[in-house]
């Protein structure tokens, strides 16, 4: 299927790794034009430059800074405003209850994923809506909806971040813009390894009885970072047209379960 997004351009946030990073290399494939990632791993952001280059056309721009520096996030903003899509993929809220997740800590987590969602969000939003077109997307994660006591900073933040998507994509395509997000559930990706490892020794005393954990997951595995990307691009493309103010789960059907594992 050609998703009919040949010659767009997009910045992505938090690429250098897992979804962020399947997702721009999922934009090459598709035909992007111009590709903005942002981390603050300069080598590995330069990896996947080099990476998505030498399979396609596409021009990979590199741009290693820290989301939650207001001044190189406004420097970031200003080179790439441009975009036809943004990604808003960037941020780690810890695990642990309300007992194990301190102050700072919960603060740090919501300033560079709550926060910073919005902030990129309200600076790229105002621009799409001026020239009439524009795909924003929120890459949440499925505790907004299936909030967890063990994950209470990040199930409290995820639901924040989906009233936000839904009250933003209400109105937006009276613009010309979409507002959306998905949902993943567990990824296999190196934060979830070690969220798994947090819940293992939680739950059974032992960090290293972590696969124990997957026997509990639908098919007995975690997304791919790739199946997640798929969804994404797919939803940032004009297939998707009609769909705003939504969030998409890519769970297996875990939220369905009500629960979060």
Not at 9 to 33: D, N, Y
Not at 99 to 128: C, N, P, Q, S
Request: with cysteine.
């Amino acid at each position: 299927m050609d998703l009919g997004l040949t010659g767009c351009s997009v910045l992505i946030t938090g690429a250098s790794k897992g979804i962020g990073r399947a997702t721009a290399l999922a934009f090459a494939r598709e035909g992007a034009a111009a590709i903005h990632v942002t981390a603050r791993s300069g080598a590995e952001l330069e990896s996947l430059k080099a990476e998505i280059e030498a399979r396609s056309p596409a021009e990979v721009h590199p741009h290693a800074l820290d989301l939650t520096n207001a001044a190189a996030r406004e420097k970031l903003i200003a080179a790439t405003l441009d975009v036809d899509i943004l990604i808003n993929n960037a941020g780690a809220i810890p695990s642990g209850s309300i007992y194990a997740v301190d102050e700072k800590a919960w603060r740090d987590g919501w300033e560079l994923k709550v926060f910073g969602y919005i902030a990129m969000t309200r600076a790229f939003y105002a621009h799409m809506c001026e020239r009439g077109h524009g795909v924003i997307l929120n890459d949440i994660g499925n505790s907004g909806e299936n909030p967890d006591f063990n994950y209470v900073a990040g199930s409290a933040g995820n639901a924040s971040l989906m009233a936000f998507t839904k009250a933003m994509g209400g109105r937006s395509l009276d613009h010309g813009v979409r507002v959306l997000a998905v949902n993943p559930g567990p990824v296999a990706t190196e934060r979830m390894d070690k969220m798994l490892r947090q819940r293992a020794q939680t739950d059974f005393g032992d960090a290293e009885r972590w696969p124990d954990l997957l026997r509990g997951f639908p098919a007995k595995r975690a997304a791919s970072s790739e199946e997640v990307a798929d969804l994404i691009v797919f939803l940032s493309s004009p297939k998707a047209a009609y769909m705003s103010g939504c969030i998409v789960t890519i769970d297996g059907g875990i939220s369905a379960r009500g629960s979060i594992v």
